[in-house]
């Protein structure tokens, strides 16, 4: 069966400092994936998502960015974090050419 | 971008009562998914609709896509306190650039109390 992994679970960095968000997929293949961001528990803003190795397409000008250097591999990252980017942040993958999204447990995260 | 409004936006009810929630856009779906989230988690996927018209029973949650695929709900016979949590609803564009991505509205939050 297919799990997704997240982590940190939650975190605590300062205004200015430098965030990375790791999110794995295991038990497929070649999975689309995505990165969410949701606040005050509504809906969800798509950030990021990706169909392939290197492949990544941005949905909303911001300062953070993605990568994907393995394929079940999705990292978040922001060289300085902004008291705006406070939020939970969800990892999503789909397979293949489906649109059924399955998530992780998220990361909470708060910049103070 | 493709809005999805979800009405209501919370949601107060007692145990064993029914409750209806609704999803609409202007826009045409290829499909559209209904997914719940608690507290602290992620959301989980409870159905998908594809076709117009189509209706699904997922045990007391019954969930119908609109005729002309622009709006779909959910109702819930006989709630119960853990049906509790912010039921989201999400559609895939008909002529979508974004990869597989989906445009999600902004929840209805249920209480069910004892």
């Known amino acids: 069966s297919q799990t997704i992994h997240q982590w940190p679970a939650t975190l605590v960095q300062p205004v200015g400092s430098p965030l990375s968000l790791e999110c794995t997929v295991e038990g497929t293949s070649n999975p689309n994936l995505y990165w969410y961001r949701q606040a005050a528990g509504r809906g969800l803003q798509l950030l990021f998502y990706?169909?392939?190795?290197?492949?990544i397409s941005s949905e909303v000008p911001q300062n953070l960015s993605a990568s994907r250097p393995q394929d079940r591999q999705f990292i978040l990252s922001s060289k300085k974090l902004l008291l705006s980017d406070s939020g939970f942040y969800l990892c999503?993958?789909?397979?293949?050419?489906?649109?059924?999204?399955?998530f992780g447990p998220g990361t909470r995260l708060t910049v103070t | 971008t493709q809005l999805l409004e979800q009405s209501p936006q919370f949601l107060s009810i007692q145990e064993g009562e029914n409750l209806t929630v609704y999803c609409n856009s202007s826009?045409?779906?290829?499909?559209l998914q209904w997914y719940r989230q608690e507290p602290g988690e992620g959301p989980v996927l409870l159905v998908t609709?594809?076709?117009?018209?189509e209706v699904k029973k997922l045990k007391r949650l019954t969930f119908q896509f609109g005729d002309a695929r622009k709006d779909s709900s959910l109702h819930i016979t006989a709630a119960q306190p853990g049906d509790t949590g912010l039921y989201l609803c999400?559609?895939?564009?008909?002529?979508?650039?974004?990869?597989?991505?989906?445009?999600f509205g902004k929840g209805t939050s249920l209480l069910v109390t004892p």
């Open positions: 609709v594809v076709t117009g018209g």
């Open positions: 999400a559609g895939a564009g008909v002529n979508s650039n974004s990869g597989y991505a989906l445009n």
């Open positions: 826009s045409v779906f290829s499909s």
């Open positions: 999503a993958w789909s397979a293949g050419q489906t649109y059924e999204q399955y």
């Open positions: 990706s169909v392939g190795i290197g492949q």
